[in-house]
């Protein structure tokens, strides 16, 4: 492999730049391999059903995907600076129960009763707080603890789910303050707000990891972390204040969930992090860290969503939507691997 | 074995006319090596002289491109034939090859229990009389990776000779040994000599020879230089094969040397960097230096000598246990490289892939990674200025590359190498402290590297190379030379090969360790 590329570079000394150039708008395509599945998916959707081109039915479908993208978007990043959070699932459930828990009154007429330790308009805020200490516990335990990051995450998760079922007592809060529940059900310009915030946070994401020292750091973090400690990175911290960010992101998601649903459900964002693998690693974001873009793991989500939304118009019970998740990933997987050449160990 | 105690029996092992080629490269040009039963052979060379590529020829890893092996007399086994290779020849390398999470007794006799289950006490009795037999003192239900390093080279030993190897290659086996280990290393290998094993002895440290071994071959450059008994060799010879210096050819291009010596007594303030009894517990003593500017140190040693923990210190990648660093009087905190790049200290790693580069990332991203907070106001960081930067960088080192976005890992080890140093000049360092800079690099970039470091000091800066490459050692205006964490000479710049390398094996006395020195 090294023999080879070794030679192509000694070819563009010698000639002209243009043996590199191919190869420098492959690298490029990656990031867009996804459009042409989703215009693709499109046109199946348009043959198999008429309602799927409906402006209703897209909208839908953006809206479907506006929690979990947000969950991919925390954890694009985290990948790419080479950790894994597998915890971000439990924290999209958990962090609005204690929210409602420490803004609630400790009597009323509602089933649910919290503590209200602070007023009601702050719950947005004190429900993102939640999702930045969980991010930060598991910064803790990763970085200062230096214990396994797989098995501490998926201990958080479970740990976290048991810490929302016994704060919740096991059911949905129903009765969540206006406030906390706006910006999952308002719409903004014809499209539901979430769609718009989502978006926008994605291309605040793809510029800080664009064009922001620290933004650029996670590849270096990623791709090499001795060579971005022997340049002067604050690896551990960087890495840290990501995992932290990811908490809050995944906290956030889950104010946009209650919003959208009307209510905090017991079962928040159970077993999404499969989902949530899937699409980043579909969207081109390398498992190893230091590759892949904020983009690509967007068209990874849409991508997602269409095939369930088209196998569902299509007619395909729902309960087969598991079967179609684990497929993708699996074919996913074998296309990148054979596309960019390289092993996935 | 099978012959009994012939008058003459034929040799343990006895390779002749070995050529091995690796692409262009030619690692084993010719060579042969004759181990007599019972005998304790030593193999000595610098870097790059063969000795590793022979140790896989001989064990079976590699098969030579030309020429025989032959074990007691009878032709070396098919290569791949693991089975066979294992019963004439077996290799304890300076890290353990044992599992450590098993116990001894498993480690002894993976892959070859017994058919069906596995009898536990069976095994460890067998074990047991299987250490008993080679006089290892060793508990079989020791977890191995509780046992000491000598332990497990024991172990390891009484492992290849269960398998019926009389051939015993040691690689660098006292490297992290103390000297108890070492002696009760030796009077082991002296009673296994006895029983007629042979040993193969591979070491950097030449007294170990002395003490050890009858024969020593020397190899140089992947050709073989002599085979002498290890008695008639004066030390000096012995390194004077070893260089290839016959007659003092002081032909070689050395950091001229008259006008930096003059000054011998710097003016106050002249110093850029200073180390005041830095020591690193374990690694290397407490050492003091100072370099000037418009100097390039060298910090000579041989694999286990502390210089490379000693350059990692200054950068700041490892927190030293004891004393201090300063750039232009200025402290350096220790233990953090933010803070010993602020100061102005640029780092060329050891090693490029594992520290230097991020190899999927492009020229200019890997050219800018230490500079990322001069390249756009608030944080940003703006191509356009990253893709300028990283052009001035390619064409003041001239990296041969397709452009700045070109991926790192595509270009040449050379140019990926100049690629690190940029990143360590970008930031106008007034210190520049490289390990290794030239390693895996061929001969043109070779110069173009060194002749990169001496420009910094010519410029007015400083530099320290910290290697044990004698070309990279040249460009130096004055080495100084650690053995096991300790300086053991210190030289000006008109050394000769035979005195660097003396002091390098630990062999400073007859060579006269501060012959080059001048006052």
Redesign the interface.
Known sequence: M??T??L???L??TGT?R???P??QL?RYRDLSLIPVIFVLGVIGFIVSPVFLTSDNLIGVLQQSSELSLLVLAEAMILICGRMDLSLESTIGVAPVIAMWLVLPSSGPATFHGIGLFPTWSSIPVCLAVGLVIGAVNGFLILKLRVNGFIATLGMLTMLRGLQDGVAQGKSIVAVPASFSYLGKTEWMGAPAAVWICLLLFVAGGLALG???????L??IG??T?????????VDRITWIVLALGGLIAAFAGVLYAGHYGAISATQGDGWIFQVFAATVIGGVSLNG??GTLFGALTGVVSLQLVVNVTTLGGVPPLWDKFLYGAIIIVALIISRFASGEKQD | MSNGQASTPPPAVHAEGVVKRF?PTVALDQVGITVAVGDSHALVGRNGAGKSTLVSVLTGLHAPDAGRVAFNGEPAPAPGDTAAWQARVACVYQKSMVVPELTVAENLFLNRFERGRIRWSRLRADARDLLAEYGVDVDPATRAADLTVEQGQFVEIARALSFGARFIILDEPTAQLDAAGIERLFTKLRELQQQGVAFLFISHHLQEVYDLCSTVTVYRDARHILTAPVAELGKADLVAAMTGEAAQAATTWHAKSSPAQQPAEPAAGDTVLRAEGLALDGVFQPIDFAVRAGEVLGLAGATASGNTALGETL?G?RKATGGSASVDGRGVRPGS??H??NAGIG?V?EDRH????????SVA?NAT??V??Q??PY?????SRTRTFAQRMIDSLDI????P???V????GG?QQKVVIA?ALARDPRVLVAIRPTAGVDVKSKDALLGVVRGVADRGDAAVIVSDELDDLRVCDRVIALFHGRVIAEFGSGWTDRDLVSAMEGLPAGAGGDKGAEE
Request: glycine share 12%; net charge positive; proline share 6%.
């Open positions: 090294s023999e590329t070794q192509s570079a000694d563009a000394v730049p043996t590199a150039a190869r420098f690298s064009y922001l020292r620290h933004g650029r750091a590849y270096a791709g090499n001795e060579a971005a400690r022997a340049a002067g990175i604050r230091g590759r | 692409g950068v990648l490289v933010p010993a790049l780092y790693p594992r520290q230097g580069l991020v190899l999927g990332r991203e990674l230490t990322t907070d390249l756009g944080g940003t960081v703006l191509p041969k590359t397709s452009g976005a070109q991926p890992s595509d270009l040449s140019n990143r």
